[in-house]
C-alpha cells in the first residue's frame, strides 16, 4: 500500500502564491505518474498536473504558465507551486499516485483546502 499526505492548502488574495506537498509512503516503489487534481464545489474533480518518475510533466490549461509541479524521487515528495493565484482556483487538491500495474490512479491522499479571495 501507498500512502499520500498533501500539506500547504490555505488562504491566499488573488495574484499570491502557495506551494502544496505531497508525501508518499509506504511502497512507494510501485508507483509511477503523481499527480495533482482538484474539485470545486458542484465541479467535477479534474487533474491539474501530473510529473511521471522521470520528470516528464503535464498540465491543464487552466494553469499552464502559473502552476509548476516537481519531484524529489528521494524524499518521495510531489511539490505543485502555485503563482498568480485566482479566485477560480478555489477547489480541494488532492494528489494522487498512479499505480504501475494497473497504471491508474489508485493512491489518493485525503485533500488541502486552497481558497482564493478576489
Known amino acids: 500500500q501507498v500512502q499520500l499526505v498533501e500539506s500547504g492548502g490555505g488562504l491566499v488574495q488573488a495574484g499570491e502564491s502557495l506551494r502544496l506537498s505531497c508525501a508518499a509512503t509506504?511502497?512507494?516503489?510501485?508507483?509511477?505518474?503523481i499527480g495533482w487534481f482538484r474539485q470545486a464545489p458542484g465541479k467535477r474533480r479534474e487533474l491539474v498536473a501530473d510529473?511521471?518518475?522521470?520528470?516528464?510533466?503535464d498540465y491543464a490549461d487552466s494553469v499552464k504558465g502559473r502552476f509548476g509541479i516537481s519531484r524529489d524521487n528521494v524524499k518521495n515528495t510531489v511539490y505543485l507551486q502555485m503563482n498568480s493565484l485566482e479566485p477560480e482556483d478555489t477547489a480541494v487538491y488532492y494528489c494522487?499516485?498512479?499505480?504501475?500495474?494497473?497504471?491508474?490512479?489508485?493512491?489518493w491522499g485525503q485533500g488541502t483546502q486552497v481558497t482564493v479571495s478576489s
Open positions: 510529473i511521471s518518475r522521470g520528470g516528464y510533466t
Open positions: 509506504g511502497r512507494t516503489g510501485s508507483i509511477t505518474d
Open positions: 494522487a499516485a498512479k499505480n504501475a500495474w494497473t497504471r491508474t490512479y489508485d493512491y
